[in-house]
């Protein structure tokens, strides 16, 4: 069965960056784009960015261009999230998350994973 | 920017009652329109993709429906399971904005 296993929560000082990482299994990892949504406490979802796994093409939210860094390591199918100078307005939970086509050709999120989250404190 | 406006914000409802959700986008997005559930602590779920096509596994009760720049999801049959927060998703253009939000009360 598909999966997206992220690593754990992080506590970071502001100014800092972050790395998540999103382990996927049950499928080919290069056949599907990865998105990164986050969440902050009681709010809605916020769509950060997507990434090609086979190219390594990216694509980033206007609002994140320039902190945030999107790649791969295809050898153990696991896509990596970078957040850099960091300030408590970026406190959240980061979703990682599988694309899938459908019969249009576009593409929709269909499974995520079990979030990270990430403190941004003093 | 394609923006996604959601309402109502909040509803409240029986078990047993239909309730309707709505998701107007700014501009035309030929139904490329997604809805996710998602519970208290959990990560959202897919329910429903292509405006109108029911994810696999889904309960029948969950119904999409809408086109251009208007849609809807339905849950015929409220049950308490259903308690939880609805978005919707538009992947027509980047950025892919979710709409605000659905909290369901039961």
């Known amino acids: 069965q598909v999966q997206l296993v992220q690593s754990g929560a992080e506590v970071k000082k502001p100014g800092a960056s972050v790395k998540v990482s999103c382990k996927t299994s049950g499928y080919t990892f290069s056949s599907y784009d990865i998105n990164w949504v986050r969440q902050a406490t009681g709010q809605g979802l916020e769509w950060m960015g997507w990434?090609?796994?086979?190219?390594?093409?990216?694509g980033y939210a206007q609002k994140f261009q320039g902190r945030i860094t999107l790649t791969r390591n295809t050898s153990i199918g696991t896509a990596y999230m970078e957040l850099t100078s960091l300030t408590s307005e970026d406190t959240a939970v980061y979703y990682c998350a599988r694309d899938r086509q459908d019969y249009s050709g576009s593409t929709f999120i269909d499974f995520w994973g079990q979030g990270t989250l990430v403190t941004v404190s003093s | 920017d394609i923006q996604m406006t959601q309402s109502p914000s909040s509803l409240s409802a029986f078990v047993g009652d239909r309730i309707t959700i709505t998701c107007r986008a700014s501009?035309?997005?030929?139904?490329?329109l997604a809805w996710y559930q998602q519970k208290p602590g959990k990560a959202p779920k897919l329910l429903v993709y292509a405006a109108s096509r029911l994810e696999s596994g889904v309960p029948s009760r969950f119904s999409g429906g809408g086109s251009g720049t208007a849609y809807s999801l339905t849950i015929n049959s409220l049950q308490p399971e259903d308690l939880a927060t609805y978005y919707c998703?538009?992947?027509?253009?980047?950025?892919?904005?979710f709409g605000g939000g659905t909290k369901v009360e039961i």
């Open positions: 990434m090609n796994p086979n190219s390594g093409s990216t």
């Open positions: 501009q035309y997005i030929s139904n490329s």
């Open positions: 998703q538009q992947y027509f253009g980047t950025p892919r904005a």
